[in-house]
């Protein structure tokens, strides 16, 4: 039991945030904080991160639950290495298989193919082809739902103040932008994913919550995993496989997602993600 918590609160602290919002996994997000068998069960309801755990399980021959099979996932480490391309391609295919989807079609076993969160958020994720059609909305979403890093610059009761690169669109690459502050919850109530953070420390942040802290390394593997990533999605954006079916893909994605979220301090409302 105790090794079956510690699994599940290392997936949790990344997946209750976008469950909390109903945007990914089942119902009852708290059934992700709660020490308990019904968790491992809810994990693995989320059919977007699973395919990835899974994967990164088989390679390492660890259960997909395991503490460092999660890390890998949300925020990177040498065990991405161990995850064939081509098996990741066909992986992803058949679990996505029906589902609008981003880049996958014009993907083959070439290399930057990661079993990252990163890499299912601005390549798997459909929203990243609508970033020519309009990027307000789609870069929003992908902004909040990519695990990125910030330094702590100010605590003020629930919340703190980070210093972060968002993502930024210059009509024809996905970028790191300037350093800039951003609002993010660290606690609500009861709930917290992680200690108080202190001015100064290094954090990952999942749309509105403060997930964890990050040594060096940590810190190091997420922005490796994520630049890695952002190279792939520019290669493929210059080379035309974003494609023309913006129009058709908006209107599915609208009708799927008729909420709105601020994300970040001073943002716009985004449209919200179609559950997954």
């Known amino acids: 039991?105790?090794?079956?918590?510690?699994?599940?609160?290392?997936?949790?602290?990344?997946?209750?945030?976008?469950?909390?919002?109903?945007?990914?996994?089942?119902?009852?997000?708290?059934?992700?904080?709660?020490?308990?068998?019904?968790?491992?069960?809810?994990?693995?309801?989320?059919?977007?991160?699973?395919?990835?755990?899974?994967?990164?399980?088989?390679?390492?021959?660890?259960?997909?639950?395991?503490?460092?099979?999660?890390?890998?996932?949300?925020?990177?480490?040498?065990?991405?290495?161990?995850?064939?391309?081509?098996?990741?391609?066909?992986?992803?295919?058949?679990?996505?298989?029906?589902?609008?989807?981003?880049?996958?079609?014009?993907?083959?076993?070439?290399?930057?193919?990661?079993?990252?969160?990163s890499f299912h958020v601005m390549v798997v994720y459909p929203w990243i082809r609508l970033l020519r059609s309009g990027p307000a909305t789609p870069l929003g979403i992908l902004q909040a739902c990519r695990i990125r890093w910030g330094t702590v610059d100010e605590v003020d009761g629930d919340t703190v103040v980070i210093d972060s690169a968002p993502l930024e669109f210059d009509g024809e690459r996905l970028l790191l932008g300037a350093v800039r502050p951003e609002t993010v919850r660290w606690r609500r109530g009861q709930t917290s994913l992680t200690p108080q953070p202190r001015r100064g420390q290094v954090v990952s942040a999942h749309w509105n919550w403060i997930c964890d802290t990050l040594d060096q390394p940590q810190h190091d593997e997420l922005a490796t995993a994520t630049k890695t990533t952002l190279g792939l999605v520019n290669r493929l954006l210059a080379s035309g496989a974003a494609g023309?079916?913006?129009?058709?893909?908006?209107?599915?994605?609208?009708?799927?997602?008729?909420?709105?979220?601020?994300?970040?301090?001073?943002?716009?409302?985004?449209?919200?993600?179609p559950r997954r």
Not at 44 to 55: C, D, K, Q, S, V
């Open 1 to 117: 039991m105790a090794t079956a918590t510690m699994s599940i609160e290392a997936f949790a602290r990344y997946a209750y945030p976008p469950n909390e919002l109903g945007y990914c996994g089942p119902p009852d997000a708290q059934a992700l904080l709660r020490a308990h068998p019904d968790a491992v069960g809810h994990a693995e309801a989320f059919t977007g991160a699973w395919p990835y755990l899974e994967l990164i399980a088989a390679a390492a021959g660890l259960p997909p639950l395991h503490p460092e099979v999660s890390r890998t996932y949300w925020v990177g480490g040498p065990l991405l290495g161990a995850v064939d391309g081509a098996v990741l391609l066909g992986h992803l295919r058949t679990a996505m298989a029906g589902q609008p989807t981003g880049l996958l079609d014009a993907l083959d076993d070439e290399v930057d193919l990661l079993a990252h969160h």
């Open 244 to 273: 023309p079916r913006e129009r058709r893909l908006s209107e599915q994605l609208q009708d799927a997602a008729p909420a709105a979220t601020p994300t970040t301090r001073g943002a716009k409302p985004v449209v919200v993600p």
